[in-house]
């Protein structure tokens, strides 16, 4: 989660709809995005569009670990997609856009994009 977030935040669902160790898409400022929820209740924000796929389904990815790092394996090719900066954790030069996100009072916020 993210302590700030820019004006243009956008309130996309309660946390309660997304199920832990799971994702829900959203549309935000015309873009499509995947909010995770880890099992401890953290919250994360990234591109719903698989970079190497090009298709809109990174909400349907398996969240999982590496070491301390949250990640999604995209559905599609299964890379692992690191949930706090959306760099590959296989290959560093791939990347996912990550977007400022935070829970206020049950609600989750998506903000601009940070990457």
């Not at 209740?41 to 301390?68: H, K, Q």
């Amino acid at each position: 989660m993210t302590a700030g977030l820019s004006e243009a935040r956008v309130a996309v669902c309660t946390l309660d709809a997304v199920p832990r160790e799971g994702g829900v898409a959203a549309l935000v400022h015309g873009e499509a995005v995947a909010v995770f929820r880890t099992h401890d209740d953290e919250v994360f924000a990234l591109s719903n569009v698989d970079p190497v796929s090009r298709a809109s389904v990174m909400a349907r990815g398996i969240l999982g670990t590496r070491g301390d790092a949250p990640f999604v394996a995209g559905p599609l090719y299964k890379q692992p997609w690191g949930l706090r900066d959306g760099v590959c954790l296989d290959d560093a030069d791939l990347r996912v856009a990550t977007y400022d996100v935070v829970v206020e009072d049950g609600t989750i916020w998506v903000g601009g994009r940070r990457t």
